[in-house]
C-alpha cells in the first residue's frame, strides 16, 4: 500500500458525507490507427446539477485508476492516457464540505498532499497524457488537467475558474506553481488573483483557449471524438504543440507586482490568500515545481485552519443554500400567478425595474407617471436597454422585438393597472406621496393584486393602513443598479398576508434575486447597518479626526469602496435623507451631521475631486467643513465605527428584524457588495472579539464561520 493511499484512507474518515466520484477507465483504438488508448471519466452518479468534487475517497479511487494505467503504460499496452467528465461538468475542485470538518492542521496538510501525490502521477505516466476540459472545470478540476502533457477545451464551457482566492484559499493542488510556467506570470495572476477578486470572474472555453491554457478548442456537440482525432494526429507527429518562451525575467517580478497591487486595491492586506497565492508564484518564476507544490501544501493547510477560510465557506453556503430557502418565507404553493406587472413611476429606478421584470418573467410591462413625456423616456429607456442586448447577442431580434412590444406606458392608471396582478411603486421617497399613489392604484387595481413598494426607509404598515385591503401591500426593496445587485429585501407589514408575501418571494425567485425576509422595521436591514456606519465615520470627522484618517481607519475590513466614496455613489442628499428618517425612529444612535447638510445644501455630489485621477478631498467640501478638536487614532476611529455596527446588529436581533444572524451577512453580502472572506459582518465581529466586547456574546456559535473547537 503506499503512502498516497493510507494518507487519503485516513482523510476519508473525516469527511463521512463525501459524494464520491469515481474513475472509470475504458479503452478503445484511436483515430488514424494511432493505437489503443485508456480514458478515464471522473463521474459521481449525478447528473449535472451536482458537480463531480474530489474529497479522499474521490481521489483515491483517481488514484487506483492511474495505477491501472500506468502499468499498461509500462507494459506497452496503450499510447496514451486522457482524462475527462461526465457530461457538462469536467470537475469542480476539492470537496468543501468536509473542510469544514477538519480541526487539526495535520489533517488539512495531508488533503494538499494526498491530491498533489495523486495528480502528480499524471506527469510521470510512461506514455502522453491529455485533459479534455468538456464541461465546468474549476479549482482542482483545472489543476488535474495542468498535470497532463496536453490539453482541449469545449467551446461551450460555460465555467473555468481556479476561485480558491475568491474562497481564502490559494491553488493548492498545482495551480500557482505550474500555470504561470504553462502561461506566463502575468496571465496566472490575471486568472489566479485577478479574476478571483472581481467577483469570481469565469471564464469561457474560448478565453481558456486564447490564454493558452488549452492546446485546442473544440464544438461542444461532438467534443470527445474531435479532441481524440487531435489526440491522434498528435500522438502520430502530424500535429505539433508549440507553446511560447516564458518570460522568467522582469516581466515575471512585474506580474507579481501587479497582483499585489490588485490584492491590495480589494482586500487592503485584510485577507492573506492573495498574498499567499502571490507568494508561491514569485517562487515558482525558477521552474522548481516540486518546491511549488510543497509551498502550496502549506499555505493550504494554514489557511484551512484560519478564519478567512471559515468565512468564506460560510459565505459561499449563505449565498448558494440559505439564499434558495429564504427563512420564514410562507408556502409557495400560496403564491398566486404574475401575468401582468404594473410600475407606478417611470424615472430611472423605475425604468430599470420594468426592464427586470420584463426580462425574467415575460409579461406584459405597463409604466404610469404625471406626464406623457416622463413615460415616454422611461418605455425608450427599456427599448434602449433590449437594443443594448440585441447588440451584444444577448438576445435575437425575435426575442427584442416580443420584449419591446410587451412594455407600454399610459397616463390613466385605471387603463393601466385594471387587470395586473402586481403593481410596484418607485416613486418619490416621502410617506404621503406614497401613500396617495397607493390609494390611486387601490382605486383601479383588481382585488387579488399586490401592491409594492421599492421604499428604502419607510414604514410600509404605515404606508398600506389608509387602504380597504392593507393585507396586500409589501415591501420590495430593491438595491441600485438593480441589474447587478442580487439583493430583495421583502417586508412584511403588520397586516401583509401569507398569500401576498408567498406571491413576493415567488417573484422574486422569477427576478433570480436572493430574497430575505425582514420586519418592517425602520431602513429594514443594509440601510440600517450601512447609515448607522456611515454615520458613526461622519461623527469622528466632525468631532475633529482628519477625513484621511478615518477613511484609513476601516480599510482593514477590505470594503469594495471607502465610506465616502459609498456616500457619493448613493448620493449625499439621499444618506441624509436616510438618516434623518433613523434619528426621527432612534435619536440616541442616529445623528444627522451638520456637515454632512451642509455638503448637501452647497448642492455638492461628494467629498471628493478627481482631477488627478484619485480621490482627493474636495477644497470646497474642506472649506465647508466645521471639524472639533477631538483627534483620534486610526485604531480608535475603526473600534469606534465596528462597537456602533456590533451594538446595531444586536438590537436589530433583538427586535426580530430578521430571522438570525445568517441573514445579516447575506444581506451585507449580496446588497451592499460586503467582502465575501469575511462572511460579510459577523464572523469579522467575533473573530476580532468586538461582538463579545459590546454584546457580552458571539453572533455566531463557535466553528460557524470559524475552526470548530
Not at 67 to 96: C, R, W, Y
Not at 345 to 372: C, H, K
Not at 402 to 410: F, M, P, Q
Amino acid at each position: 500500500m503506499s503512502t498516497t493511499a493510507e494518507l487519503l484512507k485516513g482523510a476519508a474518515a473525516l469527511f463521512p458525507d463525501e459524494v464520491v466520484t469515481t474513475a472509470h477507465v475504458r479503452h478503445f483504438e484511436l483515430p488514424l490507427g494511432a493505437g489503443r488508448f485508456a480514458l478515464i471519466t471522473l463521474d459521481n452518479g449525478l447528473d449535472h446539477t451536482k458537480p463531480t468534487t474530489f474529497g479522499p475517497q474521490s481521489l483515491a479511487n483517481l488514484d487506483a485508476a492511474i495505477d491501472q494505467v500506468e502499468k499498461e503504460a509500462a507494459d506497452g499496452g496503450i499510447v496514451g492516457v486522457g482524462i475527462t467528465g461526465k457530461p457538462f461538468i469536467f470537475a469542480v475542485g476539492a470537496d468543501l464540505k468536509g473542510v469544514e470538518q477538519l480541526k487539526e492542521w495535520d489533517h488539512a496538510h495531508a488533503i494538499g498532499k494526498g491530491g498533489h501525490d495523486v495528480f502528480k502521477r499524471l506527469a510521470k505516466l510512461a506514455v502522453p497524457t491529455f485533459a479534455y476540459y468538456n464541461g465546468a472545470a474549476m479549482g482542482g478540476g483545472v489543476e488535474v488537467g495542468l498535470h497532463c502533457a496536453y490539453r482541449t477545451v469545449s467551446s461551450a464551457i460555460p465555467a473555468f475558474s481556479l476561485p480558491e482566492v475568491f474562497l481564502g484559499l490559494v491553488p493548492g493542488w498545482g495551480g500557482c506553481a505550474l500555470l504561470p510556467n504553462l502561461i506566463g506570470a502575468e496571465k496566472a495572476v490575471s486568472v489566479i488573483i485577478e479574476n478571483s477578486l472581481n467577483q469570481n470572474k469565469q471564464l469561457k472555453g474560448k478565453q481558456v483557449y486564447e490564454l493558452g491554457i488549452a492546446d485546442a478548442i473544440f464544438e461542444g456537440a461532438d467534443f470527445l471524438e474531435q479532441s481524440l482525432i487531435w489526440t491522434a494526429a498528435v500522438l502520430k507527429g502530424e500535429i505539433a504543440v508549440e507553446r511560447p518562451v516564458i518570460d522568467r525575467g522582469e516581466a515575471w517580478d512585474q506580474a507579481v507586482a501587479k497582483g499585489r497591487f490588485i490584492a491590495d486595491s480589494k482586500v487592503h492586506g485584510a485577507a492573506p490568500a492573495a498574498y499567499r497565492a502571490l507568494d508561491i508564484i514569485a517562487a515558482a518564476k525558477n521552474g522548481d515545481l516540486q518546491q511549488g507544490y510543497d509551498a502550496e501544501d502549506k499555505a493550504l493547510a494554514d489557511l484551512i485552519m484560519g478564519g478567512e477560510l471559515r468565512s468564506g465557506l460560510y459565505a459561499f453556503n449563505l449565498v448558494q443554500k440559505r439564499a434558495k430557502r429564504p427563512a420564514g418565507a410562507p408556502d409557495k404553493n400560496l403564491a398566486r400567478p404574475v401575468t401582468k406587472v404594473g410600475v407606478v413611476g417611470a424615472g430611472l429606478m423605475a425604468s430599470q425595474l420594468a426592464l427586470l421584470f420584463l426580462r425574467r418573467l415575460e409579461v406584459p410591462v405597463v409604466l404610469t407617471d404625471i406626464d406623457q413625456e416622463r413615460i415616454d423616456k422611461g418605455v425608450g429607456y427599456v427599448h434602449a436597454e433590449i437594443d443594448k442586448l440585441l447588440g451584444k447577442g444577448r438576445v435575437n431580434q425575435d426575442k427584442a422585438n416580443r420584449l419591446k412590444a410587451l412594455v407600454t406606458g399610459v397616463l390613466d392608471k385605471a387603463e393601466g393597472f385594471a387587470d395586473a396582478d402586481f403593481i410596484i411603486e418607485a416613486v418619490f421617497e416621502e410617506m404621503g406621496v406614497k401613500q396617495q399613489v397607493f390609494a390611486e392604484v387601490e382605486a383601479v387595481a383588481p382585488a387579488h393584486a399586490i401592491l409594492a413598494t421599492n421604499t428604502s426607509s419607510l414604514s410600509v404598515s404605515e404606508m398600506a393602513s389608509k387602504l380597504k385591503n392593507p393585507e396586500r401591500v409589501v415591501g420590495f426593496h430593491f438595491f441600485n443598479p438593480v441589474a447587478i445587485l442580487p439583493l430583495l429585501e421583502i417586508v412584511r407589514g403588520e397586516q401583509t398576508d401569507d398569500a401576498s408575501l408567498a406571491t413576493a418571494f415567488g417573484v422574486a425567485r422569477k427576478l433570480k434575486k436572493t430574497a430575505v425576509l425582514v420586519k418592517d422595521a425602520p431602513a429594514f436591514v443594509v440601510n440600517r447597518i450601512l447609515t448607522r456606519f456611515m454615520g458613526e465615520v461622519q461623527n469622528v470627522i466632525d468631532e475633529g479626526t482628519p477625513v484621511g484618517t478615518t477613511e484609513k481607519a476601516v480599510e482593514p475590513l477590505g470594503l469594495p469602496m471607502s465610506p465616502l466614496v459609498l456616500l457619493e455613489l448613493v448620493g449625499p442628499a439621499i444618506g441624509l435623507h436616510v438618516s434623518e428618517t433613523l434619528n426621527r425612529s432612534f435619536p440616541d444612535r442616529f445623528t444627522v451631521s451638520p456637515n454632512l447638510k451642509a455638503v448637501v445644501e452647497a448642492g455638492k455630489r461628494g467629498f471628493y475631486v478627481y482631477d488627478s485621477g484619485k480621490p482627493e478631498l474636495d477644497p470646497e467640501v474642506a472649506a465647508l467643513l466645521k471639524q472639533g478638536d477631538t483627534v483620534l487614532t486610526e485604531e480608535q476611529v475603526r473600534a469606534r465605527v465596528l462597537d456602533a455596527v456590533a451594538q446595531e446588529i444586536g438590537l436589530m436581533l433583538d427586535e426580530g428584524v430578521v430571522a438570525e444572524a445568517q441573514d445579516i451577512d447575506l444581506c451585507l453580502i449580496t446588497g451592499a457588495g460586503w467582502p465575501f472572506h469575511l462572511g460579510g459582518i459577523t464572523p469579522y465581529l467575533d473573530r476580532e472579539g468586538v461582538s463579545e466586547r459590546v454584546n457580552g456574546k458571539r453572533f455566531l456559535e463557535p466553528g460557524v464561520a470559524s475552526v470548530p473547537a
